[in-house]
């Protein structure tokens, strides 16, 4: 199996991002735009497209899609005891690579070797551009990686987990072979005690560390990667630059309270400004947003850090705030309520059998439960950000169309019956912790808060709550004017906004349903949806985003909340906002150098470009850049300077 993968691997090698992009970068020597990619690169791109592309990528679709049916039908026999995948692991595969029709094995390789003459994917040049225009490493740099993209190893050793000793069981091809040969012990490994919110007895799994921690997810699956590249070129090392890599199943205070998470960040914060005397910029992704939102206000409180209140002031230069999802993720909803999202809901009838028959949605819905660290992502600012039964801020003012309803109901057939109501995005919240365990409920009460500070004393008084400082609408920034934040986030790529649900016969106890009793309705299905009425896919109603986060949360903090809405920033934190459209190329599985993808912006140009600049002390040349409608939704959100 190793050495199927060796060979897959090298056949279908993610080519490494091209060097330049088609957006103009700012050069602050000179003033004029440069640009990042030759016509005739583009030209030569578009023509091997065309002339390649299409039989090639339908023949080698057939191939994968084959593929990945041998597989399914490998683990449905086994299920049945028809035959032992373990005994396929040891089998001599170069006989299987010999009967691939040597067409197909061409056409890869052909089309791989397309992608890299079309563009030059050297993924170090941008760093290579930077540094002739004299841009180097200047302040220590440190990244705090996205929800589940750092790397989990276990570190158990009793008799049952000792085959899995340091490695990992969380982002590796070892995971996938876990969870179908032993699927028992790895959801063991990955769910938490539900009581503490801790490692269950018996069972250590810990962070990865250092740079290996989240530059790919699986081999060839680069996250960090491009820019661990990039700033390499520029003079970063070991030396000064670092990998905060955390457990994110964790509530916020157990990371503390298990991995003194935040006691070993700060301390790595004081030890790079004292040898380098300089301070240091932050480079935070997805969740990692939030959890440096948070670690700002642990680090100062007398009862925590015990940093004071001039700590971020004097240590933190910069916060680089990657497709931050400042106000959660709506996905983060169906995926603890009912074991579902967009990538559950759109698979065929098929794939879904197998998936409920290899992993159901109510153990879907308890693993993620046991992972409460998920759970900080639900959405914040209730019904005053997300909208009410007949309106939300980010309606297109269409059709009669509006966002507001969360999850809709569609009337029973049988009209004796009573139509479930639907649910805003507060009342889907109560929905979910009313319905789920008593341990998941108390937890998440417990730990996180999703609401609106409307006055300023509000504000002040959170200052003592922890429960509200990963909330930037209950808890403020720092009071550290010479800190800047830099918001870099991608738009422009239907995002899941609210849902169409159903619902089920699944049994549920008589006092309290311990299993929902709703699911995504996947029978509604819109075609191409007329001006000003979003797309609906399988249940799923899209809005604005970058695919998984939806535009209010990565931009409304940085377009108004921090800028306009005073108690949220009394110290006067200067906020640049630089908006990166999706501008996928065809050519490219993972979108290629103007994606603006959630994950795969992490790999895009212009924000390596960014970053870079930051990290090099040229941040102030940065000016903001606002190409989508956040302005305008922003002004719907109900939420304004001190309200009595």
Known sequence: MAELRRRLGRMFEDAPSPSISREST??????????????????????????????????????????????????????????????????NLDSLMDIIPAGIVKDVKDLSKAERDAVNYDSFSVGLYLQAQGVKAHHPVIMIPGVISTGLESWSTTEEARGYFRKRLWGSWSMMRALVLDQAQWKKHIMLD??????????KLRAVQGFDAADFFITGYWIWNKILENLATIGYDPTNAFTAAYDWRLTYMNLEVRDQYFTRLKSYIEVAKKTSGKKSVLISHSMGGQVLFY????????????????WVEDNIDSWINVSGCMLGAVKDIPAVLSGEMKDTAQLNAFAVYGLEKFLSKEDRAEIFRAMPGLSSMLPKGGEAVWGNATWAPDDLYANNFTYGPFISFKPPQNTTLTPHKNLTMTESLDYLLDTSEDWYSDMIRSSF?????????????????????????????????????????????????????????????????????ISIDTSFITGPPPFGTPEVDHGVIFGEGDGTVNLLSTGYMCSKGWRNIT??????????????????????????????????????SSLNDLILRVAGGKGPDIQDNYQSRIWEVAERVKIYNDEP
């Open 295 to 310: 670690f700002m206000k642990w680090a100062e409180h007398k009862d925590y850090g015990g940093g004071g209140p001039n």
């Open 26 to 91: 700012p050069d602050p020597d000179h003033g004029d735009e440069v640009k990042l990619i030759s016509k005739a690169k583009l030209e030569k791109l578009e023509e091997i497209t065309k002339t390649k592309g299409s039989k090639k990528r339908y023949t080698l679709w057939f191939f994968l899609g084959g593929l990945l049916g041998l597989f399914i039908a490998l683990y449905l026999a086994q299920q049945q005891e028809v035959i032992k995948l373990e005994g396929l692991l040891d089998v």
């Open 194 to 203: 539900k009581k503490t919110g801790l490692d269950p007895p018996g069972v």
């Open 449 to 517: 808060s999703h609401g609106v500070a409307h006055t300023t004393a509000e504000v002040e008084a959170n200052e003592d709550k922890p429960t509200t400082w990963l909330n930037p609408l209950e808890a403020r920034l720092p009071l550290a004017p010479s800190l800047k934040i830099y918001c870099f986030y991608g738009f422009g790529k239907p995002t899941e906004r609210a849902y169409f649900y159903k619902e089920t016969n699944r049994i549920t106890h008589p006092l309290k349903n311990r299993r929902t009793n």
């Open 567 to 604: 108690r949220y920033n009394p110290g006067g934190v200067k906020i640049t906002t630089y908006e990166m459209p999706h501008e996928p190329d065809r050519f490219s599985p993972r979108g290629g150098p103007n994606t603006g993808d959630h994950v795969d912006i992490l790999g895009r």
